[in-house]
């Protein structure tokens, strides 16, 4: 296995030689930032990475440096734990483990580079400020290991989670690169869109999932897989040496499973139709859904769901079209979940209520906002009766929140609460009409909540004004 990607590698490498060239726009090729990423899956839980990152520069000014979060590096036994501390020992299942990763080198035609261990930041200062249209080529090689977690990232007794594992370019907004310390609460990964194309080995007898299109070659015994993939956020893989693989095909979306329940594939054809419905088509064509152990109920990546394996039921439901409404707050439609956590958080959770009522189960989506409502008022009561009057304004950053307690019911139950105000004063078709705005015009772009309340203002006078006033109350 290791000589083929290695042989893979090297072609790259001499194809891709010329690391500093301008490029002209023509319409559809109009070239984007592209990730190439040759993994080698060992069975000690380690991964030998290549990683060939094409950055082209579509941010509308000149750059001097790139700046990459390596997300691995927070599992490092020098860091705080990744998680939060009254989620341990769900995180850690057989105890404390470490990840590391180990950047061997990187290269291209740069001034120099530094990798800030405490930040995670892979600094790239260029030799030239990179002008709009222009591109450049970094390279790198590293080295994971894996901790063993039931988090985003890590192996367990189900298999591997390969989420968030490669330095990641960070999100560009306002004319600077966005970064944050690592937070164990919330979701700590934000980024633009890029096109991807990473080739791994399959370990036999294994299965897996992932981001983007497939192509599967056998060769001197070995399975080589290639999955290709554009505007996504970020590329996610599971694999699994005891989970079964199913698929089916709708609308032009290959939508797979890796799990063993048997609705699931039937839940995200639904999803998929009730949300293509409401705001707008899906944007991929594939979509991969995996059960696999974890510490919250499910998380969302490019094109992939990761769900709880231990859930079922409505809950489960609940949980797929979750995740699935991510695809388009998140996935499709990106904001900073680093400082407003509740703009696709809230959204998601409402556009889950939707999935509930545009299904019939009505009884359902009534549950769901009863639990929202009484949970996050039993939360301002407990704050209250211990003298600490709950801060309930939305918004602020997720290293901020005192515990996942208290980040869930603001981002969450209060976020929910609020679009289902706003559906009772606006008119759900009203309201429907905005959301489709806001999906048609931010697709694959990164949206302030200012780019939200424009779209709110233009079906409904003044809506926005009412969103300001939920978020900032207390
Ligand atoms: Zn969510």
């Known amino acids: ?36 990423i040759w993994l080698d899956i060992q069975e000690d839980n380690t991964v030998e990475c290549s990683q060939k990152v094409d950055v082209v520069n579509n941010y509308g000014a000149p750059i001097e440096e790139l700046k990459f979060n390596v997300y691995a590096n927070a599992f490092d036994k020098q860091k705080p734990l990744a998680c939060a501390q009254e989620e341990q020992a769900d995180f850690y299942p057989d105890g404390i483990s470490y990840g ?22 892979i600094t790239v200062s260029l030799n030239a400020p990179l002008q709009v249209g222009e591109e450049i080529s970094v390279d790198m090689q590293y080295t994971l290991t894996l901790p063993h977690t039931n988090g985003r990232y890590g192996f367990n007794e189900k298999g591997i989670s390969l989420t968030g594992f490669y330095p990641m370019l960070c999100a560009y907004v306002n004319g600077d690169w966005f970064y944050d310390e690592y937070s164990p609460i919330g979701d700590p990964y934000f980024s633009d869109v890029a096109k991807y194309e990473v080739t791994f080995n399959l370990p036999s007898g294994w299965e897996f999932v992932s981001s983007g299109k497939i192509k599967q070659d056998e060769e001197n015994g070995e399975t080589i897989i290639t999955a290709k993939a554009k505007d996504i956020r970020d590329f996610a893989l599971i694999l699994s040496p005891t989970l079964a693989k199913s698929s089916i095909k709708f609308d032009g979306v290959e939508i797979s499973y890796l799990g063993e329940k048997p609705d699931t594939l039937a839940y995200a054809q639904k999803a998929l139709e009730v949300y293509g419905k409401l705001f707008g088509k899906y944007a991929y064509d594939t979509l991969a859904i995996a059960d696999m152990p974890f510490v919250a109920g499910g998380m969302e990546y490019g094109a992939l769901c990761v769900i709880n394996e231990t859930l079922g039921g409505a809950t489960y439901e609940e949980v797929v079209a979750h995740e699935i409404a991510h695809q388009w707050w998140y996935g499709a439609v990106g904001s900073n979940n680093l400082t407003d956590a509740w703009q696709d958080e809230g959204l998601t959770s409402y556009a889950t209520y939707l999935y509930f009522v545009n299904i019939g189960n009505v009884e359902y989506s009534s549950l769901m906002m009863s639990d929202a409502y009484s949970q996050f008022h039993r939360f301002i009561d407990i704050q209250n009766s211990v003298g600490e009057s709950a801060k309930g304004v939305l918004g602020g950053k997720l290293n901020s929140f005192p515990s996942n307690y208290y980040y869930t019911n603001i981002t969450y139950n209060k976020s929910l609460i609020m679009w289902k105000y706003l559906q009772d004063t606006l008119g759900k078709d009203t309201l429907t009409k905005a959301l489709q705005e806001y999906y048609a015009t931010y697709k694959f772009k990164i949206v302030s909540p200012d780019n939200l309340y424009a779209c709110l203002d233009n079906s409904y006078a003044n809506a926005s004004n009412m969103m300001k006033n939920w978020i900032a109350s207390v």
């Open 100 to 121: 590391e990763f180990a950047l061997k080198s990187l290269y291209g035609e740069i001034k120099e580079y530094e990798f800030d261990f405490d930040s995670n930041i």
């Open 1 to 36: 296995m290791k000589k083929k990607i290695i042989s893979i590698i090297s072609i790259a490498i001499i194809v891709c030689s010329l690391l500093v060239f301008a490029v002209s726009c023509k319409g559809a090729d109009e070239p984007v930032t592209t990730y190439n």
